[in-house]
C-alpha cells in the first residue's frame, strides 16, 4: 500500500527532513512504491522510508541513484537547501520550509 501523506516537517526543518519530502514527492510522481524504488537503485524499503521520514541523510552515490530511480536531476532532491559561507569555517547550512514560498507570493 502506498503512504499518501507527505512526511511531516518541523517548524525549521533540517537537511535530512527536506531532502525526505522532496525524496517522497519525486517518488510518488513516478508512480513507485518505496519497495519499487528500492529494488531500481539497490536498497530496502526500509532505508527509503528512513531516508524520506527525514531519519537519515544519504550519501553522495545514494543521492545519484534516487535521482536516476525516480528520473529526475539530483537537483530536484537537493531543492531548498543551501549552504552559506559564513564568519566561521563550517558555514551555515540553510533549508527553505516548502511553505515559504507560498507566504512570499500571498505577500506580493
Known amino acids: 500500500m502506498m503512504v499518501r501523506t507527505p512526511p511531516q516537517l518541523s517548524q525549521s526543518p533540517t537537511l535530512a527532513e527536506r531532502f525526505g519530502l522532496n525524496l517522497?514527492?519525486?517518488?510518488?510522481?513516478?508512480?513507485?512504491s518505496q519497495e519499487?524504488?528500492?529494488?531500481?537503485?539497490?536498497?530496502?524499503?526500509?532505508?527509503?522510508?528512513?531516508?524520506?521520514?527525514?531519519?537519515?541523510?544519504?550519501?553522495?552515490?545514494?543521492i545519484v541513484k534516487l535521482a536516476a530511480g525516480t528520473n529526475?536531476?539530483?537537483?530536484?532532491l537537493l531543492e531548498g537547501m543551501q549552504w552559506l559561507p559564513?564568519?566561521?569555517?563550517?558555514?551555515?547550512?540553510?533549508?527553505?520550509?516548502?511553505?515559504a514560498s507560498l507566504r512570499r507570493s500571498i505577500r506580493r
Open 86 to 99: 559564513g564568519r566561521y569555517v563550517d558555514g551555515d547550512f540553510s533549508v527553505e520550509h516548502p511553505a
Open 72 to 76: 529526475v536531476s539530483a537537483c530536484v
Open 24 to 32: 517522497w514527492r519525486s517518488r510518488r510522481r513516478a508512480d513507485l
Open 36 to 62: 519499487e524504488l528500492g529494488s531500481r537503485v539497490g536498497l530496502t524499503r526500509d532505508a527509503i522510508q528512513k531516508l524520506e521520514k527525514g531519519r537519515r541523510l544519504p550519501r553522495l552515490d545514494t
